[in-house]
């Protein structure tokens, strides 16, 4: 039986822990030991018995936007609706604290479609991505 409940900053040492595989296996990005505390103010975790199978947490950029990260279910426990879970309390958490747009940048396009996101809002600007390194320098065009 899962169960769902807000995280705490006494819960940072155990996030900071439950992240680190998908870190190695670049599935999250690496996060400070500060960043994970910080994540907790709005952060949720699924459990079984004691053990944590599921965290996810919004990070409140201003009162217009705020950003769904640091989503991670267990592998043992992937397709049962957790991460589902996870997303709608953050969408929740985000409605009460009035953010007027929330996104997700994540790998796992489906899960996240199937939540409601797509790729831009309707009628709105669409974010554009290059990784820096991989562009020809100035001083060679």
Known sequence: MVSYRDATIADAD????????????????????EEIQHLTKHGFMAQVNDRIVGFAAVEVYSRKLAEIQCLAVDPDFQDRGIGRHLVRQCVLRARELGVLELMAISASENL????GFDYSLPNQKRALFVQP?????PETQ
């Open 133 to 137: 390194q991989e562009l020809d320098s």
């Open 112 to 115: 996240f479609k199937n939540c």
């Open 14 to 33: 155990i996030v900071f822990a439950y992240i680190r595989p998908f870190v190695e296996v670049r599935q999250l990005l690496d996060r400070t030991f």
